[in-house]
């Protein structure tokens, strides 16, 4: 059996009702007669086998029915909004638009100060930052509504694919005035006595506790917190030390904050990614390899000396 075909005329009747309230502002919305819009809405509720609005007095009222429905026509829109976008984008010169979505600790400082440079080189370039939890950085890839991001714990998704994984090394943080700020690493052993700010709950901080508890070493936590940028803004007041992310420690270097290695290290683990089975436009995986380029500069700044570097 043949189903009954919806008439984008008819989608276009009911989201304006919908978003307008009555038939006259919708007919007014759509440039047409009332009347034509009334008959668009019996058309649908005819074509869908619903009953979309009910009688009120002078007006009329939305049916459960055409809450649901107006949900899914609001996605549909969203969605025609987006190739609208799109098609102006590549109108306009597509390799020089990019949109990136990137972790918390990455996309609030280090990813800004890269696009700002990005621009100097490419000033046609019309860069998106979007700094969300990794969860929704993948959600974000998976609906192509970034063109690569930047995650942590990247679990395995068919519409998600990694092109590079990136090992960074979890660095000290210290206030400015602090006895330790010369020392050019710290070991576990200087933790004994400190006034520790503990960045909980984490994997980082599970790391931590194992590296410490593998020396014999109890620091004196005096606060927790579950960001290493709250933890370095404590920091920066001269509450205590911490162990912190190579990208949350160098945003705190313009409070003052001093940055220092860990040794043994505490690896810090993030990938790029993007939408699986896709092309990117070429000057997507140049903004990669760039950005790879400047995350290995910040290594070897935090880690000068070490094995690799």
Do not use: W
């Not at 976008?85 to 949109?99: F, V, Y």
């Not at 004994?192 to 014999?216: C, K, N, W, Y």
Request: hydrophobic share 45%; net charge neutral.
């Amino acid at each position: 059996m043949r189903m009954p075909t919806i008439s984008p005329k008819q989608v276009a009747a009911f989201r304006a009702v919908m978003l307008t309230g009555g038939i006259t502002r919708a007919a007014s919305m759509l440039h047409l007669t009332q009347p034509a819009v009334s008959r668009l809405i019996k058309e649908f509720e005819a074509t869908l086998g619903l009953r979309l609005f009910e009688r009120a007095g002078s007006g009329i009222v939305p049916t459960r029915e055409a809450s649901v429905m107006f949900s899914e026509v609001e996605r549909l829109f969203t969605g025609l909004d987006r190739l609208m976008q799109l098609a102006i984008e590549l109108r306009q010169e597509p390799t020089q638009t990019i949109r990136i979505a990137a972790f918390p600790a990455f996309g609030n400082g280090f990813l800004p100060r890269f696009v700002s440079r990005l621009r100097k080189q490419v000033p046609d370039c019309r860069p998106s930052v979007y700094s969300l939890a990794s969860p929704n950085v993948i959600d974000y890839v998976v609906n192509e509504k970034c063109d690569f991001g930047v995650a942590i714990s990247v679990p395995e998704h068919p519409l998600v694919s990694v092109v590079a994984l990136e090992t960074m090394q979890h660095v000290v943080a210290i206030p400015h005035d602090h006895p330790l700020r010369h020392r050019p690493f710290l070991e576990p052993k200087d933790f004994t006595g400190q006034a520790f700010i503990a960045i909980s709950p984490s994997l980082m901080h599970l790391r931590v506790d194992a590296l410490f508890a593998e020396h014999g070493v109890a620091p004196n936590t005096i606060a927790q917190t579950s960001q290493s940028t709250v933890a370095c803004a404590m920091i920066g007041a001269g509450m205590g030390i911490a162990v912190v992310d190579p990208f949350s420690a160098e945003d705190a270097k313009a409070n003052g904050v001093v940055v220092k290695p860990l040794r043994p290290a505490v690896s810090y683990e993030f990938a790029y990614v993007l939408p699986a089975k896709k092309e990117p436009f070429a000057f997507v995986t140049k903004t990669i390899k760039a950005l790879q380029e400047e995350v290995a500069c910040l290594r070897d700044a935090q880690h000068p000396g070490a094995p690799g570097h």
